[in-house]
T-cell receptor, first 113, second 113 residues
Framework: KAGVTQTPRYLIKTRGQQVTLSCSPISGHRSVSWYQQTPGQGLQFLFEYFSETQRNKGNFPGRFSGRQFSNSRSEMNVSTLELGDSALYLC????????????FGNGTRLTVT | KQEVTQIPAALSVPEGENLVLNCSFTDSAIYNLQWFRQDPGKGLTSLLLIQSSQREQTSGRLNASLDKSSGRSTLYIAASQPGDSATYLCAVRPGTGGFKTIFGAGTRLFVKA
């Protein structure tokens, strides 16, 4: 069974640009969540989607948005990039159910210059 | 507000030693606690998930315990090996506040050959 796939693996963008990251969950997983990982703040929750609906959102500005498609694939978008957005963005998928373990992809490394 | 703390931040041990990693959380209202390992530049690998009604889970040389009332969990690694070198993170799924997972900052483990 294929794991969680995130594309692209690396991105370099300039301040002010926007970026879209993609996540394909494990087959059969309908919940997808996104996290930002930085050396200073650690892993921080961005948002979680289930059946194309955002169920929860973390404490991030409106420049961060996401969506989920009918096949459970998800994208997140960051507009008007800032230097502080440089981070490893991780996607996780899980089955429905509060006690389903999270399975992570290898992440997208975003560098903003 | 749920907060997760991991002690120590870093640990260096000789090969073969048994070791314990600690995780504490401030709100005992959780659905589950999950332990992960992360290798440099990679995503997170799920190790063990303990549901709130459980006291411990075991997988191979790993044993995780949960004391919900005191807000503590430990990850015991038996007979450590150089391949165990990684960052270990614990994460809780709160019982309130929606579908999200709160992570600790991690313990960086180095096992010397």
């Amino acid at each position: 069974k294929a794991g969680v796939t995130q594309t692209p693996r690396y991105l370099i963008k300039t301040r002010g640009q926007q970026v879209t990251l993609s996540c394909s969950p494990i087959s059969g997983h309908r919940s997808v969540s996104w996290y930002q990982q930085t050396p200073g703040q650690g892993l921080q929750f961005l948002f979680e989607y289930f059946s194309e609906t955002q169920r929860n959102k973390g404490n991030f500005p409106g420049r961060f948005s996401g969506r989920q498609f009918s096949n459970s694939r998800s994208e997140m978008n960051v507009s008007t990039l800032e230097l502080g957005d440089s981070a490893l963005y991780l996607c996780a998928s899980s089955l429905e159910g509060t006690n389903s373990p999270l399975h992570f992809g290898n992440g997208t490394r975003l560098t903003v210059t | 507000k749920q907060e997760v703390t991991q002690i120590p931040a870093a640990l260096s041990v000789p090969e073969g030693e048994n070791l314990v990693l600690n995780c504490s959380f401030t709100d005992s209202a959780i659905y589950n606690l999950q332990w992960f390992r992360q290798d440099p530049g990679k995503g997170l690998t799920s190790l063990l998930l303990i549901q709130s009604s459980q006291r411990e889970q075991t997988s191979g040389r790993l044993n995780a315990s949960l004391d919900k009332s005191s807000g503590r969990s430990t990850l015991y690694i038996a007979a450590s090996q150089p391949g165990d070198s990684a960052t270990y993170l614990c994460a809780v799924r709160p019982g309130t506040g929606g579908f999200k997972t709160i992570f600790g900052a991690g313990t960086r483990l180095f096992v010397k050959a």
